[in-house]
Every structure is written in structure tokens, then in C-alpha cells.
């Protein structure tokens, strides 16, 4: 399994197609202002895994237009939904599609190209994901390696890029 970097110099996979490509990239967690957005914003900074968001990213062949693939809290700024979420327990969640303008700059790998219609395909992976969000069990990175599978066949994207040199940076 190859992954490559979204770079600046190289925001393009590296073999062009005429299918869809799909992304995984890793953003900052979303926390109240003060203290717990200090310590999500390190804990990005400083590549914590366990401490990062992820997403999906498909940029379909036939738009310049990327679309993000986000599973979250519904609420992820409110305190008691955090500290609910990291004791283990359910918090209500949502999946969230949203334009891109460009591919991040950083933590963002290249996965592959879709074997279907992504943003189609991903439709209906998100009407049957269910929603309710428990931190280790059902959360992001459970989201991220299903879409990613569903779309293009690879499993377990995030811990071949946690073990690989990529995930490291």
C-alpha cells in the first residue's frame, strides 16, 4: 500500500485517472476556546495520533471542487459532551459534508482513486453509518477507514499510515 503526501509543490496523486480521488487527512480536534483548544491545538502540532481528527477527502474527476467527509460530535465544543466522550461513553454524532477549496498542506495522504462514484458512494455509506460517536469504538478514525474502504478497497488506512514513516509527520 502506497500513500503520498499533499505537498505545496504537489497537490496531484501521482498517476493520472479519470476516477475519483480520495484522500485521508488529519485536522485539528475542536474544543472550547481556552484551555482545551490549547491543548488540541499541541496536540496537532506535536502529531499526538490518538489526539487528531480525521477526514476523508474526495476530489471527484469531473470537479475542481474537493469535498470533506467528517464524523464528529454534534456538539464538539460543549465541555460535557467532551468529557462524556472521553470517559467512553456515546455522544450523539454527526456526519458532516462540506466544500474544499484546496487539499491541506499538511497531513493529507493520497489513498487511492474510487472504484465507484465517490460522492454517490459515499451518500449512501453515510445513510447507513450510525451516528452514535464513542471515542476508540465509533468514532472518526472508524468513519475514515470505512468510507476509505468502501470507496476504494483499502483497509485500515490509518494504521498503515500510523505505522509507516507518513503518519509521522
Not at 77 to 85: F, P, Q
Not at 91 to 105: A, F, Q, T
Amino acid at each position: 500500500m502506497a500513500f503520498f503526501f499533499c505537498k505545496a509543490t504537489s497537490l496531484t496523486p501521482p498517476i493520472t485517472s479519470s476516477r475519483d480521488e480520495v484522500y485521508v487527512a488529519a485536522v485539528p480536534l475542536r474544543a472550547t476556546r481556552g484551555p482545551a483548544q490549547l491543548f488540541t491545538s499541541t496536540a496537532y502540532s506535536l502529531s499526538w495520533w490518538n489526539l487528531q481528527h480525521y477526514i476523508v477527502i474526495i476530489k471527484p474527476f469531473t470537479s475542481p471542487q474537493a469535498l470533506v467527509y467528517d464524523f464528529q460530535p454534534q456538539d464538539p465544543e460543549n465541555m460535557l459532551v467532551a468529557v462524556a466522550a472521553l470517559s467512553g461513553r456515546k455522544v450523539p454524532g454527526v456526519v458532516l459534508v462540506r466544500k474544499l477549496g484546496k487539499l491541506p498542506k499538511r497531513k493529507c495522504w493520497f489513498v487511492g482513486y474510487s472504484e465507484l462514484t465517490a460522492i454517490d458512494a459515499a451518500s449512501k455509506f453515510n445513510d447507513r453509518w450510525e451516528t452514535d460517536l464513542r471515542i476508540g469504538h465509533h468514532d472518526c478514525r472508524n468513519y475514515a477507514n470505512g468510507l476509505v474502504e468502501y470507496l476504494t478497497g483499502e483497509k485500515a488506512v490509518l494504521e498503515h499510515l500510523r505505522e509507516s514513516s507518513y503518519g509521522k509527520t
